[in-house]
């Protein structure tokens, strides 16, 4: 009895191994294809945030570096007389003074003739153009606006805003109290940066006949 199970387990042979069907094999595929479109996806979407992030990291470095820029060159401007070449005198569209901190400090320490313009280019956008006046060189846009209108704005002694420098006074101060540059976004809403020249505004008066009283031969 043993014997005949015996023969009859080797003339049938190992059991076959079972493997996978086509069925079996395209539903692992399709899961597969899901997977990896769907981590792409992450990796894409992972991949905009950071680009994103990057580009407002730098717009926000350059907008400080600009203002930075422009308050402290304007903070440096000197009291001069008023219509000479070296006097401070601005628009609502140019800034013209003469500077100890200048954005490219010379080597000896001069004052510097500088000069802020707003230009408008094409469309909404607005420049903030920087020159410095010697030896001609030319100017440099420092910051860009896509605005409907960007003024500079002067604050006199008593508080008033104008938008000429300097006021049509008997005795003007040679410099304003408060320097604003007032950006009018197109969408709504200012943008406002505001600087004080470090100086005394007031030119000291000249001395009138003998300062000291001493008499001194004719």
Same mark, same amino acid.
Request: hydrophobic fraction near 35%; include cysteine.
């Given at each position: 009895m043993k014997a005949a199970r015996r023969s009859t387990e080797n003339r049938r042979g190992p059991h076959p191994q079972r493997g996978f069907t086509l069925l079996e094999v395209i539903v692992a595929l399709v899961i597969t294809s899901l997977l990896?479109?769907?981590?792409?996806?992450?990796?894409?979407?992972v991949f905009r945030v950071q680009d994103a992030l990057r580009?407002?990291? *730098?717009e926000r470095e350059?907008?400080?570096? &600009?203002?930075?820029?422009f308050v402290e060159a304007l903070r440096?401007?000197?009291?001069?007389?008023a219509n000479t070449p070296s006097a401070f005198a601005g628009s609502t569209a140019t800034i013209r003074c003469?500077?100890?901190?200048?954005?490219?400090?010379?080597r000896l320490p001069a004052p510097e003739r500088i000069s802020f313009s707003l230009r408008r280019q094409a469309g909404a956008m607005h420049?903030?153009?920087?020159?410095?006046?010697r030896d001609g060189a030319a100017a440099r846009t420092v910051a860009a606006w896509n605005a409907?209108? *960007?003024?500079?704005?002067?604050?006199?002694? &008593?508080?008033?805003?104008?938008?000429?420098?300097p006021p049509s006074r008997a005795e003007p101060e040679t410099l304003p109290r408060l320097v604003k540059l007032v950006v009018k976004h197109a969408g709504g809403g200012e943008t406002v940066w505001l600087t004080a020249p470090g100086a005394d505004p007031w030119l000291p008066p000249k001395p009138r006949g003998n300062p000291f009283g001493v008499e001194l031969p004719r």
């Open positions: 990896v479109a769907v981590l792409v996806g992450a990796l894409y979407y580009s407002e990291v *730098v350059l907008a400080l570096r &600009a203002r930075t820029w440096g401007c000197l009291p001069a007389e003469e500077t100890t901190t200048p954005l490219k400090p010379r420049h903030l153009e920087y020159r410095e006046e409907d209108d *960007v003024q500079f704005r002067y604050v006199d002694d &008593a508080g008033e805003e104008r938008q000429d420098w």
